[in-house]
């Protein structure tokens, strides 16, 4: 079984560009969820969708963020118009049963963007 | 809002001896803590967890306290190995609008001097 898939691991893009994100959860995981980590820094929560439920985006840091998970499965998570303050480590997690029940999260291992 | 924040930032300990990192938590609704290791360049991985209805719970090496009364949390590592260098985060389920969602605090670096 495969763990939780980030593409693409790195990515570079100018100021001012906007850049995608995706997430490709463990299979069957009802819960998906997006982090930020900055330099040395702890994890910022965004957004996490469970099911069909409406995603719980308290901490998209502006409306530049914004995130959909298709399906059930696959999230990506977009940024429009890129500052620098954006470069950090993506973060996507999945959990079997999400949000309803306790569960620890299966971490993807990041996209780091820099934004130059 | 609530938060969940670590007392030290660095912990250097000598191969072999045990480790504690510890975690403070302001969220007394929380009911489930978990402790996570990171590795470099990898995504944080779940090392043990503990319900509020508990106290103590051991895993293999580790084992995890959790004092309700004053919000705290730690980590404890039995024999501590090179390879247990890492950042080692706690984190809590806070209720959300569509359950719970997991918040995680700012971490504790552990070196394990060889």
């Known amino acids: 079984g495969a763990g939780v898939s980030q593409s693409p691991s790195n990515k570079v893009t100018e100021k001012g560009k906007d850049v995608e994100l995706r997430c490709d959860p463990i299979s069957g995981h009802t819960a998906l969820y997006w982090y930020r980590q900055s330099l040395g820094q702890g994890l910022e929560f965004l957004i996490y969708?469970?099911?069909?439920?409406?995603?719980?985006k308290s901490g998209l840091p502006s409306d530049r963020f914004s995130a959909e998970r298709t399906g059930g499965s696959v999230s990506t998570l977009t940024i429009q118009r890129t500052q620098q303050e954006d470069s950090a480590v993506y973060l996507c997690a999945s959990s079997p049963e999400g949000g309803l029940y306790n569960s620890p999260l299966h971490f993807g291992n990041g996209t780091r963007l820099t934004v130059t | 809002g609530e938060s969940v924040g670590l007392h030290l930032p660095t912990l250097s300990v000598q191969e072999g001896d045990n480790s504690i990192i510890n975690c403070a938590y302001s969220n007394s609704a929380s009911d489930y803590f978990i402790w996570y290791k990171q590795e470099s360049g990898k995504g944080p991985q779940f090392i043990i967890d503990?319900?509020?209805?508990?106290d103590k719970r051991q895993g293999q090496r580790v084992t995890v306290l959790l004092n309700k009364t004053v919000k705290h949390l730690s980590l404890q590592i039995a024999a501590t190995q090179p390879g247990d260098s890492a950042v080692y985060f706690c984190?809590?389920?806070?209720?959300?609008?569509?359950?719970?969602?997991?918040?995680f605090g700012a971490g504790t670096r552990l070196f394990v001097k060889a």
């Open positions: 969708f469970q099911g069909n439920s409406a995603p719980d």
């Open positions: 503990i319900r509020s209805n508990m």
């Open positions: 984190a809590e389920n806070e209720a959300g609008s569509g359950g719970f969602k997991t918040i």
